[in-house]
T-cell receptor
Framework: DVKVTQSSRYLVKRTGEKVFLECVQD?????MFWYRQDPGLGLRLIYFSYDVKMKEKGDIPEGYSVSREKKERFSLILESASTNQTSMYLC????????????FGDGTRLSIL | AQSVTQLGSHVSVSEGALVLLRCNYSSSVPPYLFWYVQYPNQGLQLLLKYTTGATLVKGINGFEAEFKKSETSFHLTKPSAHMSDAAEYFCAVSINQAGTALIFGKGTTLSVSS
């Protein structure tokens, strides 16, 4: 089975901190994704990557950056955390084409105080 | 561009009743369609998908969905609800192009009462 592992289930940080969320997949998938999930808003795409060192902005990239130095690892970075970034963050991976499903990690619930 | 609309943010049924969760999509090219389920404090799990071929798709846990191109719909059904079906359900659309992401609906929370 595909395994997508997010480094933390729960994380508490302070405003202004630089925050790193890590995601690792074990299926050699080309695509990796970061979503943010908020009640009533569903999943909103922050960034995705279709290859090492490649990235594309999603719907809500402001305040975030990403890094993909190795195929299996995709990091989400909050450059200067703010309280409005308190949310559930979900990582996913998939093969390159749209007819293949995405596989999700269990999520990181991030609180910014 | 693609989009997904899930009708009803919250659906309540009794145990043993029919489950119907509605999803309509918009796509300028033939779509691929997915239903995911999310249980509390977990990530999303694939229920079923439509890519090509048979328009009635069967998934896990007794769920199925029918792709209706003329209605641009992909509604999710289950003949008899079980308490364990209580969860949040997401419909998603993508297209046959490398490097594209899924577009998700806002989700429907299913409650099942005894």
């Amino acid at each position: 089975d595909v395994k997508v592992t997010q480094s933390s289930r729960y994380l508490v940080k302070r405003t202004g901190e630089k925050v790193f969320l890590e995601c690792v997949q074990d299926m050699d998938h080309e695509n990796m994704f970061w979503y943010r999930q908020d009640p009533g808003l569903g999943l909103r795409l922050i960034y995705f990557s279709y290859d090492v060192k490649m990235k594309e902005k999603g719907d809500i990239p402001e305040g975030y950056s990403v890094s993909r130095e190795k195929k299996e690892r995709f990091s989400l970075i909050l450059e200067s955390a703010s309280t409005n970034q308190t949310s559930m963050y979900l990582c996913a991976s998939s093969p390159p084409f749209g007819n293949q499903p995405q596989h999700f990690g269990d999520g990181t619930r991030l609180s910014i105080l | 561009a693609q989009s997904v609309t899930q009708l009803g943010s919250h659906v309540s049924v009794s145990e043993g009743a029919l489950v119907l969760l509605r999803c309509n999509y918009s796509s300028s090219v033939p779509p691929y369609l997915f239903w995911y389920v999310q249980y509390p404090n977990q990530g999303l799990q694939l229920l079923l998908k439509y890519t090509t071929g048979a328009t009635l798709v069967k998934g896990i846990n007794g769920f199925e969905a029918e792709f209706k191109k003329s209605e641009t719909s992909f509604h999710l059904t289950k003949p008899s609800a079980h308490m364990s079906d209580a969860a949040e359900y997401f419909c998603a659309v993508s297209i046959n192009q490398a490097g594209t992401a899924l577009i998700f609906g806002k989700g429907t929370t299913l409650s099942v009462s005894s």
